[in-house]
């Protein structure tokens, strides 16, 4: 199996930009109310913000359905779709902003909602509050492989695709003629005009050499998932849409099979791509970025650009983050002092892309300190590694590499995800209980160390108990969490 949520090709891409109409509201009829056609007017008339639908004998919605807002009539009766409008402390929010965090206008990416809210109007939510500014987050123009709309918003200007990109079958794109205009790990579609991912022309998307079972002299090429290393593939034909393609020499392939990610306002889907490498060392500083003439900041085989959300982030040793099936450790594996962290915190039974990182432990006097990968400090962050909670019950966790700046105990802190970065120092954690408090970074305690008598740990282990007259809560009602925070 693959790990994509969805199956396309270029030729068959099919994207939906608008909601699905409203169902229909029956015109309220003791006996003519369903769906009957050519029955005339809808008995017993319709709503204020209805319309009779005379061919079907019943009552419609009077705007047809409103891609984001309310629908209302104007003071000419006229119906029209008027955006749904959220003040936060007497302020009235922009367009999109359709939530209040810590006090301030934010819009929602669809992580936290059905669906971005700010997608009517063709753009995205990025974050919902930037602590550096103190503000909340505002919808922004769409990015590289970001959904976009060229008609239907609300305001009857859909927002461009960032500088250098267009939209095309929903989404915002390298326009191109040739390859050479093209990202590295891209090809061009002559027929869309604009560049796609290799994965998208040929099968198997990732690939590698196996023994033929014949017997034969000649291996065969076979699919491998994401976070394996791949051939190359090299565009040597491209008659219609049966593109002709050889691969690099070799079994493995100096490649990385990794997700080249599209953005809907709804959900991400991920395609298993064919990354060339790039020439920076594990550890060594990256940027998510394929173009050509950034090789330096582009990892090499075997690698993934880790915790570069917003910035520079790191070479770190690729591996399969998927559950273990049967006993059986996912492949490629990482040491036994390592945890295959989910970067992505993606969901698949074949393979996810992971990163290695050194396993911790906030109790422990052995695994509680990190030491640093390559220029970059690193804080042991009691979180499971597999990205399905915010923290361990046990104090177990992995050392995440820090953001740039970070937070000490009781500061205000960036980010709450620790799979993006590690906000605060090390044995912290980037909290917010709501949306109406800013995070900070919380203290870890332990709740037995409070009991009459403690546990013999208590005497020895780090972080045991709370300072400064604070109190160890207990933030978990699993069976057996010991892990607890100052508060």
């Not at 996810?352 to 509680?368: I, M, Q």
Request: glycine share 12%; charged share 15%; net charge negative.
């Amino acid at each position: 199996m693959s790990s994509r949520i969805l199956a396309f090709t270029v030729g068959a891409l099919v994207v939906c930009l608008g909601c699905p109409p409203p169902p229909q509201v029956p015109d309220g009829g003791k006996e003519d109310g369903g769906p009957t056609t050519g029955l005339g007017p809808c008995t017993g008339g319709c709503g204020p913000l209805q319309i009779c639908n005379e061919e079907k004998h019943q009552c419609e919605d009077g705007c047809g359905g409103c891609d984001a807002g309310v629908c209302t009539k104007n003071a000419a009766g006229q119906f029209q779709c008027v955006p749904q409008t959220t003040s936060c402390n007497g302020t009235q929010c922009a367009q999109g902003q359709a939530a209040c965090v810590a006090g301030s206008c934010s819009c929602l990416p669809f992580t936290r909602a059905s669906r971005d809210s700010c997608a009517a109007e063709g753009q995205v939510c990025r974050e919902m509050f930037n602590p550096v500014t103190s503000s909340g987050g505002a919808c922004d123009s769409p990015q590289l492989y970001e959904e976009c709309k060229t008609q239907g918003c609300p305001s009857g200007n859909c927002a461009s695709c960032a500088a250098g990109l267009i939209c095309k079958q929903g989404f915002c794109l390298r326009p191109c003629t040739a390859d050479a205009q093209c990202n590295r790990d891209e090809w061009c579609d002559t027929q869309s005009g604009a560049c796609w991912p290799q994965s998208f022309f040929v099968r198997p998307d990732c690939a590698q050499r196996f023994a033929n079972p014949d017997g034969g002299s000649e291996n065969i090429i076979g699919a491998v998932p994401v976070s394996n290393t791949c051939l190359l593939p090299t565009l040597v034909q491209r008659p219609g849409q049966n593109p002709t393609v050889v691969y690099e020499p070799g079994d493995a392939g100096t490649g990385n099979c990794t997700y080249s990610f599209f953005r809907f306002s709804n959900f991400l889907y991920t395609a298993a791509n064919c990354k060339p490498p790039g020439t920076a060392a594990r550890n060594a500083a990256c940027k998510r970025d394929w173009s050509t003439g950034t090789q330096a900041l582009q990892c090499g085989t075997g690698l993934e650009c880790g915790f570069a959300a917003g910035g520079d982030g790191l070479c770190l040793r690729a591996c399969n983050a998927t559950d273990p099936r049967g006993g059986v450790t996912p492949q490629p594996a990482c040491g036994t002092d390592e945890s295959c962290v989910n970067l992505y915190r993606l969901e698949d039974t074949n393979a996810v892309v992971g990163v290695c990182l050194k396993k911790c432990d906030v109790f422990s006097a052995t695994l509680g300190t990190c030491a640093d990968y390559g220029a970059v400090k690193a804080s042991c962050v009691p979180t499971p590694a597999d990205g399905r909670a915010l923290v361990t019950a046990d104090g177990s966790g992995v050392c995440i590499p820090q953001k740039p700046t970070v937070a000490a105990a009781g500061q205000k802190c960036a980010e709450v995800d620790s799979l993006k970065g590690a906000a605060c120092g090390s044995a912290l954690v980037c909290m917010a209980s709501n949306l109406s408090e800013l995070p900070a970074c919380e203290r870890p305690c332990d709740v037995e160390c409070g009991l009459t008598p403690a546990p013999a740990r208590c005497s020895t282990e780090p972080n045991a108990r709370c300072l400064d007259g604070k109190s160890c809560t207990r933030v978990t009602s699993t069976s057996g969490a010991i892990l607890g925070f100052c508060r």
